[in-house]
């Protein structure tokens, strides 16, 4: 995580400021080339993040939710875990325009070149910024006059149209649901541990954990015990409490598959000694069943069985369950004169 000395000095700095670019970067990567503390010249500027997407790679960011849609044209990506005051919108602007025009002058160059060669001049693509913020900037919302985006969740605003291109993303506004959790993450300040404990409450294979988890858990290792920042003191013991209910899940879960899987493994010996065929269509969906509860009702039912249906289908279900009423009404008949003859 961290290489060399420059990451290190950046990541003592800000440590947050870090974990947002590294989140963004992990979740960005896939789905195209994306640059973190991306330096825009002629100035010395830097972008928190610069995406440039793939064509070919929208099921990628289709996985990213919010974050997905931001990144879905070529944009830059500042992010504050407060609410920005003027002079910092101020700063992302200039830093917007500047790689607008950067970019622009590229395009032209690259353009006349193509004309020279006579091949057809290329589409300049016209980049966006967002602004991704912890907090409400209220002042800005109300100078600056903007209105929630439509077609947009609750939270997102643009400026300036198609002259700016300008997006403001106020996380503190956006809904608790999966779709936002890695823009929430990103935007840490106090919507930090909320979305950890949702992170943490996603399964194991969720994209999000996957891009996520790791990153959290690095920053956690690094700040170590020994942090006396209230901030980071709660984001230590917020991270050890829900990886702590993590592990403990996963523990359960995998008794509860060893269980299983110890079922399903029955139901196919006692099917085996029995002599009853067993496709590999049945085979796999005995194996495959995760619950509990119909392995067992499977187990009793192979041990009367004459058939693999007579366990696994439903219909068999009702034919099973009417057999053994048969089968239980002859065994009572047969016990009566027995019990007649002894009377006698």
């Not at 997102?156 to 649901?177: M, T």
Request: hydrophobic share 40%; charged share 30%; proline share 5%.
């Amino acid at each position: 995580m961290l290489r060399d000395s420059w990451h290190l000095w950046e990541f003592m700095r800000n440590r947050f400021d870090h974990l947002a670019k590294q989140i963004g970067k992990q979740a960005l990567g896939p789905s195209g080339t994306t640059i973190a503390h991306d330096e825009i010249f002629p100035e010395t500027l830097h972008a928190d993040l610069r995406h440039e997407p793939h064509p070919a790679r929208k099921a990628e960011r289709k996985r990213l939710g919010l974050l997905g849609r931001i990144a879905a044209v070529l944009c830059l990506i500042e992010i504050y875990g407060h609410a920005p005051n003027a002079d910092e919108f101020r700063a992302c602007l200039a830093k917007h325009i500047a790689f607008w025009q950067l970019r622009a002058r590229k395009a032209r160059a690259h353009n006349q070149k193509r004309r020279m060669k006579q091949q057809p001049r290329e589409a300049f693509v016209e980049p966006s910024l967002w602004i991704i913020a912890a907090g409400a900037p209220t002042s800005l919302l109300t100078k600056l006059k903007l209105r929630p985006a439509r077609g947009w969740p609750a939270g997102v605003y643009f400026f300036g149209d198609d002259v700016l291109r300008v997006g403001i993303v106020v996380a503190s506004k956006l809904p608790r649901d999966r779709s936002t959790l890695l823009v929430r993450l990103m935007a840490a300040g106090p919507l930090l541990v909320p979305a950890i404990k949702e992170l943490s409450a996603l399964p194991r294979s969720a994209h999000e954990r996957v891009v996520a988890e790791q990153i959290l858990l690095d920053l956690q290792h690094v700040l170590g015990p020994s942090s006396r920042d209230p901030k980071e003191q709660e984001f230590i013991v917020t991270m050890r409490r829900s990886w702590e209910d993590a592990r403990t899940e996963g523990r359960t879960e995998g008794r509860t598959e060893g269980r299983t899987e110890g079922q399903a493994n029955a139901v196919l010996t006692v099917l085996r000694v029995r002599g009853i065929d067993v496709p590999d269509a049945a085979r796999k969906r005995i194996l495959a069943q995760k619950d509990l509860q119909r392995l067992e009702r499977w187990l009793k039912k192979a041990t009367i069985a004459t058939t693999i249906g007579d366990v696994i289908n439903d219909r068999g279900k009702g034919r099973s369950s009417g057999a053994g009423k048969l089968a239980a009404h002859k065994d009572r008949n047969a016990r009566k004169p027995l019990r007649a003859s002894a009377q006698r």
